[in-house]
T-cell receptor
Framework: GAGVSQTPSNKVTEKGKYVELRCDPI?????LYWYRQSLGQGPEFLIY????????DSGLPNDRFFAVRPEGSVSTLKIQRTERGDSAVYLC?????????????FGPGTRLTVL | AQSVTQLGSHVSVSEGALVLLRCNYS??????LFWYVQYPNQGLQLLLK??????LVKGINGFEAEFKKSETSFHLTKPSAHMSDAAEYFC????????????FGGGTRVLVKP
């Protein structure tokens, strides 16, 4: 079956611009996660959705970052007034449920470059 | 707070040799532990996971890992490396029944020499 998909695969923007990154989870998965992976590092948690609500947004670095999941399926990560330090690969994952034993399945990521 | 330390950011092994990737964690509650592999330009793929039960866990592609509580370790091994094992490997911890996020180590890049 189809895995987690993310669009675009690459995004180049200028400092100060607004960007949106999209994630399509595996069909039927109720939990959705966003992570950020900087060059040479492991992924870092940003936010977790259970259904439509953000159950844990403790990883969002500041108020320029916002994510939504209005219908409990597709999610959009929004970054305002982008900075060069936002350059990273943004990973999305989904899991069937929110149990700690539920496997998170990752998408290929969106590589964001802020010039 | 939970944390994961992977010893060695780069490992070079010869084809057919043992692969050993080290992972140590800290957690205040019984941990759920994971190993993921990332091939170039691809997403993270789950190799194996430990939740409860048997401490020796077998995964895909011939990999296995052993949970050792006394050593707070979850090292990944494969008896015989294959060229296709060249990738980056990440250890991660997820905490308790309420934990819903993965905390990853910094990753270990494996190079396989012919």
């Amino acid at each position: 079956g189809a895995g987690v998909s993310q669009t675009p695969s690459n995004k180049v923007t200028e400092k100060g611009k607004y960007v949106e990154l999209r994630c399509d989870p595996i069909s039927g998965h109720t939990a959705l996660y966003w992570y950020r992976q900087s060059l040479g590092q492991g992924p870092e948690f940003l936010i977790y959705f259970q259904g439509t609500g953000a159950a844990d947004d403790s990883g969002l670095p500041n108020d320029r970052f916002f994510a939504v999941r209005p219908e409990g399926s597709v999610s959009t990560l929004k970054i305002q007034r982008t900075e060069r330090g936002d350059s990273a690969v943004y990973l999305c994952a989904s899991s069937l449920g929110s149990s700690a034993t539920d496997t998170q399945y990752f998408g290929p990521g969106t590589r964001l470059t802020v010039l | 707070a939970q944390s994961v330390t992977q010893l060695g950011s780069h490992v070079s092994v010869s084809e057919g040799a043992l692969v050993l990737l080290r992972c140590n964690y800290s957690s205040s509650v019984p941990p759920y532990l994971f190993w993921y592999v990332q091939y170039p330009n691809q997403g993270l793929q789950l190799l194996l996971k430990y939740t409860t039960g048997a401490t020796l866990v077998k995964g895909i592609n011939g990999f296995e890992a052993e949970f050792k509580k006394s050593e707070t370790s979850f090292h990944l091994t494969k008896p015989s490396a294959h060229m296709s094992d060249a990738a980056e490997y990440f250890c991660a911890v997820r905490t308790g029944a309420a934990g819903n996020k993965l905390t990853f180590g910094g990753g270990t890049r494996v190079l396989v020499k012919p």
